[in-house]
Every structure is written in structure tokens, then in C-alpha cells.
């Protein structure tokens, strides 16, 4: 078959306000743009955002890193700035100049490692920040076969963005359920939001890989007709003032065993509840995990709590409303979180809501195609994509040209392949049908049509 001929595009251009209209579009097109070179410019950055949008600490922290580890040209990287220019000098596949700067070889107490940092400065998300470098750092390829140290800074414990909790106990163990090594993380001092805003820190400890090659992933169910399982385990982690530890503990328990069974107790193992201190009275936090099986139990296959017969679904609540009682607050936050996580089961979903944007730039760089079941809504529908979710699949399709049906399913760019398409795609030339085909989709969108 002929190849379709070639256009030539200098950079792509990227409006802020699409769609979800905030940080989300900013990380992953720069992620995008520092992993395959592709240049890129986003004018009415985080547009959409009631506070007047512009670039925040958190944003200018990745903004400066993915920078740095690209050798980028940079216009328009300061507080409040709402036009960026973000044009690498290189790829992350561009390993015959050398590792990118970002990766410092050291030794120490004997063990030869590659050190990273990233330091927001305040206590900005440090897990909306890992979602602009996590991938960059993944993707990379290394000349060492030695493991990476990543440290960041800024806040753990902050509102609309993933916890440190949400990273160990969700993110981490469905990246390694789709092909990455096992990833250790130490925390060493908690950042929050609430009750003053506080700086913490933790640490990523990241294997090498054997391949900087991403083999397409499924997370869904074997048999289409399968019924939701019911979780194997459940995870909670409960963090506020001691003084309302106690009353939490028991109203958790008859909330679970309302929604999964009275099955789940801390005496058969099924249920896990940890609390922790959080040393502020205006300071709370809870997660609910659950570990669920892959397939359904036989008599034969008993259900499993092995991380390779098993997927993570999380829900969170950082209380943010007045509190008047820590005890009532704390049985408001249970019953909510409970039954958030329930609505998660039933729905036979393989993500949650809030990994499912994150796994779409995994999709979208994966080789073939990658496929995440969301889950099915009262009506046996499937489950509409977020904002923010869609947000990510228009960024991948703006940068990478990949496409996400209804299934979510994606056929990834195979980054890191030797294949002849993706130099073409980093030197930022598309195929002229495709771009033809994308100006026509983008005109019937401006009309509403379809």
C-alpha cells in the first residue's frame, strides 16, 4: 500500500479552554510534546477555571522539569502566564545524544541509581505533578540498566487531586497490572491543603525496564457477560484528629457491611482499617480501596488477593466543609466514601472514575491496542467518559493522531518501537488524509454536527 504523502506542521496549537479547561490538557500535551518532540503551543491556559486560569506553581513546577529534561525552548513560563511555547530540542527516544539531563547517574552507600526531583515550591498536587513526569520517566530510555529515585515536593493531601494514598494503593499497582515494573514509594512528611497550607515529600523508587516498549494492555472483564465480582479485600485509611478514631471505626464497619456483606470484618482478613493521626483539628482524610478479582471464583479458583489476579478500585474524600464534630464529619465522610466506592463495584468497572483519564496517555503510547472497561451505568449502558478523561483522549488525538471508540479502546503509537511511523510522528509531520480528516471533524464539532 502507498504511503499517504506528508504535511508538514510546524507546531501544534492547543486552545485551554477545551473541554475541561485546566491543568489536565496542560500535563499531558507537555508530556506529549517533551517524550516525542513534538512542539507545541496552548494559549488560554487552564481557561476554563472560575479563578481566571494562568499558569499555577504546580504547573510551572512540570513546566520547568519536562523542560530541563528535554532541552526545550520555552516562552511564557511564569506565575499567571495564560501562552506557552514548549518546544524540545529532543525526545525522550533520542538516546544518541545522550540521557536527557534530567537523569543524574549517582552512586551511594554502594547502589548506582538515577536521581530525579521535582520541588513545587508550595503545597501544590504533588500527584497532579507525577501525571506530567510519571510517563516522561517511564518512557525513557536509559543507558543503565539501574533503578530511578524520584523525589517530590509539595502537597500530598490536596483538594481535587490524587492523595499519596490514591498513588501507593491505586496507581502503582494498575501500572504494574499493565506491563510496568513494581514501584516502591516512602513517604516522608505529609503536605496538605487544608488547615494551612503545609509542604511534604515522598519518594518513587522505579526499576529499569527491559524495554522502553509498552505492550498493549487490557483491564476488562474476560467474558463481556460477566456480573460484577464482590471485592476480595478492602483497604481503609482514615487520617484526623485521634480524638474521633474510635467512633470512625465503628461506624465503618456496618457501613461496608451494608454494601459488600457481613462477610468483611477485621477478624477474617477481608478488611483492613488504618488510622492515623493528622496532628490538625481542621486536617481529614479518608480512602477506601478495593482489591477485586480479575475473574470470577469457581470452586475450582477460589477468589485470590495475588496482585496478578487483581485490580484496585479507590474512592476518596479530602473534607473540605466546616467541621462542627469530628464524629459527625467522620460518619459523613464514611457513609459518602462507602458508597462511592460501592456505585464503583457495581457497575463491574476494571478503573475508576479518576484512573481512567490517567491511563489514556498509557493507551495512547502503548504498542497496539489497549483496551480499560469503565463499567456500566443503572441503565446497563456504558459509563460516559469524564471530562476529564475526554480531555486526555483530545490531547492524544490532537499530538499522536491515535483514536479512543466507544469501548475505550485505542490502538497506541507503539512509542519506542523502531518503526519508521514514529520518527515521522516526532519530527512533527502527520499524514496529509489524517489532518484533512481531523480539520473536517473539527468543523462539524464548531457546527454540531453529529
Known sequence: MKKPRLETIDSI?????????????????????????????????????????????????????????????????EKGSTTLVFEPSKGAEAAS????????????????????????????????????????????????????????????????????????????????????????????????????????????????????????FQLRPPDSGQKPSKPVHLQATFIAPASCHDHFRKILLPAIQYHFGESFSQDSGSLDI????????????????????SRPPTASQPSSSSSRDTYKLGRDWLYERKIRSHERSATEMAEAVTNALASEVESGAYVDEHMRDQLVIFQALAQGTSSVYAGTDEDGELREPSLHARTAEWV?????????????????????????????????????NTVAEERLEEKMEKLNVG
Open 13 to 77: 496549537e492547543l486552545d485551554g479552554r477545551t473541554l475541561e479547561g485546566g491543568g489536565q490538557l496542560l500535563r499531558n500535551a507537555l508530556c506529549l510534546s517533551a517524550l516525542t518532540g513534538i512542539p507545541i503551543k496552548i494559549h488560554h491556559i487552564r481557561g476554563a477555571r472560575s479563578s481566571g486560569g494562568g499558569l499555577k506553581a504546580q504547573h510551572l513546577a512540570c513546566v520547568n522539569w519536562l523542560a530541563h529534561a528535554c532541552s526545550a525552548r520555552v516562552e511564557g513560563a
Open 396 to 432: 492524544a488525538k490532537q499530538l499522536l493522531r491515535v483514536r479512543f471508540d466507544a469501548s475505550n479502546e485505542c490502538e497506541g503509537v507503539g512509542f519506542g518501537t523502531s518503526d519508521e511511523d514514529i520518527p515521522l510522528l516526532a519530527s512533527g509531520q502527520v499524514p496529509e
Open 274 to 293: 488504618k488510622c492515623e493521626g493528622s496532628l490538625h483539628e481542621k486536617r481529614m482524610y479518608l480512602i477506601l480501596i478495593a482489591t477485586m478479582p
Open 97 to 216: 545524544v545522550g540521557p536527557s539531563p534530567a537523569f543524574k547517574k549517582v552512586t551511594r552507600d554502594g547502589e548506582a541509581f538515577y536521581e530525579c526531583r521535582l520541588d513545587i515550591g508550595t503545597a501544590g498536587s504533588t500527584g497532579l505533578a507525577l501525571q506530567a513526569i510519571l510517563p516522561f520517566i517511564l518512557f525513557s530510555d536509559l543507558p543503565s540498566a539501574i533503578p530511578i529515585r524520584l523525589s517530590l515536593t509539595g502537597g500530598t493531601n490536596v483538594s481535587g487531586s490524587p492523595s499519596y494514598e490514591y498513588i501507593t494503593g491505586v496507581l502503582l499497582p494498575t501500572l504494574h497490572s499493565i506491563g510496568f515494573p513494581q514501584i516502591e514509594a516512602k513517604l516522608r512528611k505529609r503536605g496538605w491543603s487544608p488547615g494551612g497550607s503545609s509542604i511534604g515529600e515522598f519518594m518513587l523508587k522505579i526499576p529499569p525496564r527491559s524495554s522502553s516498549v509498552l505492550p498493549a
